[in-house]
């Protein structure tokens, strides 16, 4: 079974900090994404990576950044937490676009 | 620009009850559609894929439908359980990392 793992289940953070998210699979995918998801949006596409050290911006990058040093690794950085970042992150994994996404289980963040 | 709509937003059944999820989408070109199925607190498992060529697929007591003709799908429960409780999202791919578009789901509950 695939795993996706991610660092927190629930992070509180004050406005203007670092955040980092990590997220860990285990099944060699390459492709790796972040979502986030509110109520009423569905979710939406922050930035994917393809490859190790590959990324692209999805739909929302503004406020984000990535880093994908390894293949199982990819992580979400929030250069500086704003309130309107308080959301649920997804990570997810896929073996490729046309795949099945495998989804960890999220991570709410609260940001005050 | 491409859409995916999902109704009801919500739903309320009897243990036992069947019932239907919609999905319309002006995705376009279209390569696959899915469907979702996220437990609270949780994120999203795959529950069926289906590609242009497939109208009917089965995934135990759910089954999918999709008319390509339309751009309509729809999620069929049959005999529903408390566990199937969950939020139901449709997410329909164009081909390519950027090019999934999810909807904002359906909240299922099923009570006693």
């Known amino acids: 079974d695939v795993k996706v793992t991610q660092s927190s289940r629930y992070l509180v953070k004050r406005t203007g900090e670092k955040v980092f998210l990590e997220c860990v699979q285990d099944m060699d995918h390459e492709n790796m994404f972040w979502y986030r998801q509110d109520p009423g949006l569905g979710l939406r596409l922050i930035y994917f990576s393809y490859d190790v050290k590959m990324k692209e911006k999805g739909d929302i990058p503004e406020g984000y950044s990535v880093s994908r040093e390894k293949k199982e690794r990819f992580s979400l950085i929030l250069e500086s937490a704003s309130t309107n970042q308080t959301s649920m992150y997804l990570c997810?994994?896929?073996?490729?676009?046309?795949?099945?996404?495998?989804f960890g289980p999220g991570t709410r963040l609260t940001v005050t | 620009k491409n859409q995916v709509e999902q109704s009801p937003q919500s739903l309320i059944i009897l243990e036992g009850k069947n019932c239907t999820l919609q999905?319309?989408?002006?995705?376009?070109?279209?390569?696959?559609l899915r469907w979702y199925k996220q437990d609270t607190g949780r994120g999203p498992v795959s529950l069926t894929i289906?590609?242009?060529?497939?109208n009917t697929k089965s995934n135990g007591r759910y089954t999918a439908t999709l008319d390509a003709d339309t751009k309509q799908s729809s999620l069929h429960i049959t005999a529903s359980q408390l566990s199937d409780s969950a939020s139901y999202i449709c997410v329909v791919s164009s081909g390519g990392y950027q090019k999934v578009t999810f909807g904002t789901g359906t909240k299922l509950q099923v009570i006693p």
């Open positions: 999905c319309n989408y002006t995705v376009s070109p279209f390569s696959n």
């Open positions: 289906m590609t242009f060529s497939e």
């Open positions: 997810a994994s896929s073996l490729s676009p046309y795949y099945e996404q495998y």
